[in-house]
């Protein structure tokens, strides 16, 4: 069953909103990053990873962001360039923003921290007025980013994005993507997320992500009640997931669908959420059951922990299918009906 709607006459399969940076992986694996000399550079954040996967998966993307206006934001815009995806829409910051900078600690492929540079960022310098009604009437879906909410004038260009998309028919994804840096209460990150949750049909979290979205309103704990929650609210699907326990999708006619990890060789402990994010996403503006998203999904999300970088490593149609079937043909199925 199709849970939601995606208008096939529009030319963009989806527009993402939000973060870019640049991330600095090290070279010299398996030791604290105050140890780490080598570092290769890639292009960062979540919302452009999600949107270099899903323009390797073969899907036309755009983009609402801003960049710095120097070496950095040349890179990143010339990066999207090559991937095809869109740029028309995204802008150089004025007044000297420069573009988050990300360190990651590659501890152990079970232990891996993250440390950003966040201050005076670029990609929360998007403004309202930067949020064009005409291309989002060209696109199937618009995704929010949780980051993209932190501070003004992001948040209310992410606000306005999703009430246009409401008012011109295009799907509204959340990933929740919660990042603790810009925030300034607990409370401040629950209203904004709810805000935006409550006008999405899809919801991507995991169980910490929706716990800080429900704070304010009070709900347990629990999976099945947060689904139940948001569904009221509207919302078609619902997926949360629990890292290495696997994840679920809750539909709003009561059925819900589980996936385990696909086993890998895993190098680090990051980046598979964007990697899952692409490939289920593609699965269903393609037209794939909510099963088989699931299943696409968590085979990207192997894929990334056992490469060195995101946005550099995602993999292309042909390249997650053959996984897929090399690893069922080990293991058997990941995903089941609950």
């Known amino acids: 069953m199709q849970y939601i709607t995606f208008d096939s006459s529009r030319e963009l399969d989806l527009i993402l909103l939000g973060r870019i940076a640049i ?20 292009l960062g954040g979540s919302p452009a990873n999600i949107a270099v996967g899903m323009a390797r998966l073969g899907k036309k993307i755009g983009f609402f962001a801003r960049v710095s206006d120097d070496q ?15 740029v028309s829409h995204i802008r150089r910051c004025e007044n000297g923003e420069k573009l988050g900078l990300t360190f990651t600690e590659i501890k152990s492929p079970t232990e891996s921290q993250i440390l950003m540079y966040r201050d005076g960022v670029a990609d929360l310098q998007l403004s309202p007025e930067d949020i064009d009604e005409e291309y989002i009437k060209k696109a199937k879906a618009v995704l929010i980013s949780g980051t993209a909410l932190a501070a003004s004038p992001s948040r209310e260009a992410a606000l306005k994005a999703v009430m246009l998309a409401k008012k011109n028919g295009a799907a509204v994804i959340f990933d929740i993507d919660y990042r603790a840096y810009t925030w300034k209460s607990m409370d401040e990150i629950s209203i904004y997320y709810s805000l935006v949750a409550r006008d999405s049909d899809l919801i991507l979290g995991s169980r910490e992500e929706f716990d800080l ?10 999976d099945e009640e947060s689904a139940r929650y948001w569904h009221g609210q509207g919302c078609k699907v619902v997926v949360i997931k629990h890292g290495k326990e696997g994840s679920t999708a809750y539909a709003c006619d009561g059925k819900h669908y589980a996936v385990r990890p696909f086993p890998t060789n895993a190098l680090k402990g990051f980046g598979g959420g964007d990697g899952y994010a692409s490939s289920f996403l593609r699965a269903l503006i393609d037209g794939c059951s909510v099963p088989q998203a699931l299943e696409y999904g968590s085979a990207s999300a192997s894929m990334l922990i056992s490469a060195h970088s995101c946005s550099a490593a995602m993999p292309t149609l042909k390249e997650v299918e053959q996984f897929i079937k090399e690893e069922k043909e080990k293991y058997g199925e990941m995903v089941a009906l609950q």
């Not at 991330?23 to 890639?42: A, C, I, Q, W």
């Not at 950095?72 to 869109?86: A, N, P």
Request: glycine content about 6%; cysteine-free.
């Open 213 to 222: 979205t429900e704070r304010i309103a009070g709900i347990p704990s629990e």
């Open 72 to 86: 950095f934001g040349d890179y990143v815009t010339h990066y999207f360039e090559k991937e095809g995806i869109d």
């Open 23 to 42: 991330d600095f992986n090290p070279v010299d694996l398996n030791r604290p990053l105050e140890e780490s000399s080598n570092f290769n550079k890639y």
